[in-house]
């Protein structure tokens, strides 16, 4: 995601804190009957275990990640983008599409197998009260907070997955036939969206609803690309993670209690941070106030240092040139300090969460060393605090939806996990 080639593009699908509309306002995008009446649809419950997926991308360049999942008979590929900020998973369609962004692979053809309005899972996308348009299907209108936007309806298909266990399962799974979409400036050239947030039409949630998994799902992104993304807690020691509770104000994100920004080892006048953890977003998001107050601790911390701001580098918004070109984080780590956020758990102990200089630094094309930190009220997040990628890079993060904590660990995120605790 670039700003121009800059980037603004980095709020990847962070779906909600700009508020969105589940059903499609008939001035805005009509929606339409697609299909014929829906077929039945199947069920399955087998002993939970956990499933593992290959992440892709990196926070820069490129500035998105996203996953494989095939799906269908015969299953094909599509590459989603992996979003703990939102929870429908939908894919572009060919309902016939009225306006799709381009794809890697061809448009995905739904089977018809119709989600239809009365259902639970096609209630939990509508505000209480909502009237059917076409009671034989299920209409949706997701918005996110870039200014993107699906419309479509929604279907079951098949999901050929390999768990952990060994068992290889074919459950189907309600996902969004997007027959209408305005990209973002944070659009990438991907298939659709992987919803991993805590609502009922979450591909998460629908597995833990057949008894297949746990309601957990957790990421770990690589400082140098890739990692991976996984559903169930049997990969994980419990007792090696830090756990801060989930907040139960905000009820549609992984968001945690207030946190205190931490600035090489101090405290700061940064408190009572409320933040969502938002694996859509390449870059973290502080709020204008915090924002401007770690500007002008970096800037007085490097006010005797041999760096200056590079204006003419577009990055991101604040980069700054050395006497010569930096080729790593390690070249800067005598001039920046580490940062943490310091979450109150509700007891008298509090729960950290490092950043360290890769955590909120990158290295530009240009040779500059840019922060990957923004203004969120700026970006229109208003108040809002979001940690994206790049500070939870090298870290097992973890959100428990069965017991309302937020977790993470220290972890190698370049090698895919095989059996519990293959990644501590």
Same mark, same amino acid.
């Given at each position: ?20 509309? *589940? ?8 929606? +339409? ?15 939970? @275990? ?6 892709? =991308? ?7 990640? &996203? ?12 590459? #989603? ?40 899972? %096609? *209630? ?13 299907? %299920? ?37 969004? %036939? ?11 050239? #991907?298939? =659709? ?8 039409? @979450? ?7 057949? =008894? ?13 690309? =890739? ?8 990969? &994980? ?45 390449? &870059? ?25 701001? *590079? ?15 930096? +080729? ?31 955590? &909120? ?51 190698? %995120? ?7 605790? *293959?990644?501590?």
């Amino acid at each position: 995601m670039e700003i121009g080639k800059v980037v603004m593009g980095v709020l990847v699908m962070l779906l909600g804190l700009s508020g969105w509309s *589940a059903a499609a306002d008939p001035q805005h995008r009509r929606s +339409k009957s697609v299909f014929p009446e829906p077929a039945p649809s199947s069920s399955i419950n087998i002993v939970r @275990s956990s499933l593992v997926f290959p992440l892709h =991308g990196n926070v820069y360049p490129m500035g998105y990640y &996203y996953v494989t999942l095939n799906i269908g008979q015969p299953p094909k590929p599509y590459f #989603l983008d992996p979003d703990t900020g939102s929870d429908l998973t939908w894919l572009q369609c060919d309902a016939p599409c009225v306006r799709c962004t381009k794809a890697p692979h061809p448009l995905y053809r739904p089977t018809n197998d119709l989600v239809i309005c009365k259902e639970p899972i %096609c *209630a939990s996308l509508h505000p209480p009260g909502h009237k059917c348009e076409h009671p034989q299907q %299920c209409d949706y209108e997701v918005e996110y907070a870039d200014g993107g936007s699906s419309l479509g309806v929604l279907v079951r298909d098949s999901f050929p997955l390999n768990f952990t266990n060994g068992l290889q399962l074919v459950p189907r799974l309600a996902i969004g %036939c997007g027959y209408d979409q305005i990209p973002g400036p944070s659009s990438h050239p #991907l298939d =659709g969206v992987l919803g991993l947030g805590k609502g009922k039409s @979450s591909i998460v949630s629908q597995l833990n609803d057949q =008894g297949v998994i746990r309601n957990v799902v957790g990421h770990c992104v690589s400082s140098r690309g =890739g990692g991976f993304l996984f559903f169930g807690d049997d990969l &994980y020691d419990s007792s090696r993670v830090v756990w801060t509770p989930m907040s139960r104000d905000q009820h549609a994100h992984y968001s945690s209690g207030f946190a205190e920004l931490i600035f090489g080892g101090k405290t700061t006048v940064s408190k009572n941070l409320q933040v969502t953890f938002d694996s859509g977003s390449s &870059y973290t998001y502080l709020n204008s106030l915090a924002y401007q107050s770690l500007v002008h601790l970096v800037r007085r911390e490097l006010s005797d240092k041999p760096l200056r701001e *590079a204006l003419d580098d577009q990055t991101l918004p604040l980069c700054w040139r050395g006497r010569r070109p930096f +080729k790593s984080i390690r070249d800067v780590k005598k001039f920046f300090k580490p940062l943490a956020l310091s979450f109150a758990d509700g007891r008298r102990s509090k729960s950290h969460y490092d950043i360290p200089l890769e955590g &909120y630094l990158i290295i530009s094309l240009k040779g500059n060393v840019c922060m990957g930190i923004l203004n969120g009220t700026e970006a229109g997040l208003q108040d809002f605090n979001v940690l994206g990628d790049i500070s939870m890079q090298d870290k097992m993060v973890i959100y428990d939806n069965e017991k309302y904590l937020i977790g993470w660990t220290p972890a190698n %995120c370049d090698r895919l996990p095989k059996f519990k605790a *293959a990644i501590l």
